[in-house]
């Protein structure tokens, strides 16, 4: 009995320092991620009142590319650090389509067609003047123009859901773990607001608040049902992105109060609970 008390304690004594030491490992990835992302985006904002030959901070700036790549760049180089090769090898494994089964990219694609067309129809009734519904061609045109000229989704999505995800859930229960990414995700992009030049200069940054911590709930139920998938987390960013741009400012809240709804719906569901081993 002895023996089993001491291997009980010993092996919770290990879980415990696993699971502060992963509790660090986030610290040091959010922080190095506001840190550099801001870091980079000042330059950005400081370096053309210096000289006229840097192009002025805008969505086609290089410094606005490196800012947001700098999250999954940060994500990556934390990865090799802490787990190495096996690591990296996983997180790359988390890419492959077939990791996941269709339906679930049928679902991302469909239902952010479906929260569209429902935000849509609503901020019509409500008086606001949004876009019209593209056709198919056009929107599959246009979600594959925003995976290659949004830097969002590729540029953020191996740090946010790459790194910071799996970490969290190492010590947070799925639904808590959602609302800390999806509040510091927020908070990372609260700079953006003040400059002229972007487009979330023109967005009401409650709205905006809500549809981060909504995307968060999402991939979260993700990556707890389809395998970890990454190829989805980056999938979801791109149609969010998309849907809300073709939206326009003046409809965005409604698209984000869907986004919310969605999200309400998949915890009321129960669709945070753990149901398989993860990554």
């Known amino acids: 009995m002895a023996g089993c008390d001491v291997?009980?304690?010993?092996?919770?004594?290990?879980?415990?320092?696993?699971?502060?030491s992963m509790r660090a490992q986030v610290r040091r990835f959010f922080l190095a991620a506001l840190m550099a992302t801001w870091g980079i985006g000042l330059l950005g904002l400081l370096l053309p009142r210096l000289s006229s030959a840097i192009p002025v901070f805008s969505n086609a700036s290089p410094f606005?590319?490196?800012?947001?790549?700098?999250?999954?760049?940060?994500?990556?180089g934390m990865t090799a650090r802490y787990d190495g090769w096996p690591g990296l090898s996983r997180l790359g494994q988390r890419l492959l389509p077939w990791k996941a089964g269709l339906r679930w990219y049928a679902i991302v694609l469909g239902g952010y067609g479906a929260l569209t067309f429902v935000a849509l129809q609503t901020a019509r009734w409500f008086g606001a003047v949004p876009s019209p519904m593209p056709s198919m061609e056009a929107a599959l045109v246009g979600i594959a123009l925003t995976f290659v000229l949004d830097p969002g989704p590729v540029g953020e999505e191996f740090g946010w859901r790459g790194f910071g995800l799996p970490r969290l859930l190492a010590f947070r229960s799925p639904l808590p773990a959602s609302l800390i990414l999806g509040a510091i995700h927020t908070l990372w992009h609260v700079p953006l607001f003040f400059i002229p030049a972007l487009a979330q200069n023109a967005i009401a940054f409650p709205a905006?608040?809500?549809?981060?911590?909504s995307i968060a709930i999402i991939d979260t139920w993700l990556y707890l049902h389809a395998g970890a998938n990454?190829?989805?987390?980056?999938?979801?960013?791109?149609?969010?992105n998309y849907c809300g741009g073709i939206l326009g400012a003046d409809a965005f809240p409604f698209f984000a109060g869907a986004e919310g709804l969605a999200a309400a719906t998949?915890?009321?569901?129960?669709?945070?609970r753990r149901t398989r081993a993860l990554v």
Do not use: D, E, K, N
């Not at 291997?7 to 502060?20: A, C, D, K």
């Not at 606005?64 to 990556?76: D, P, Q, R, T």
């Not at 987390?233 to 149609?239: E, K, R, T, Y």
């Open 266 to 272: 998949i915890v009321a569901s129960g669709g945070l």
């Open 208 to 213: 905006f608040a809500i549809g981060v911590a």
């Open 230 to 240: 990454l190829l989805l987390a980056i999938l979801v960013h791109v149609m969010a």
């Open 64 to 76: 606005y590319w490196l800012a947001a790549y700098a999250v999954s760049a940060i994500g990556i």
């Open 7 to 20: 291997t009980v304690t010993v092996t919770v004594q290990i879980l415990y320092l696993l699971r502060t």
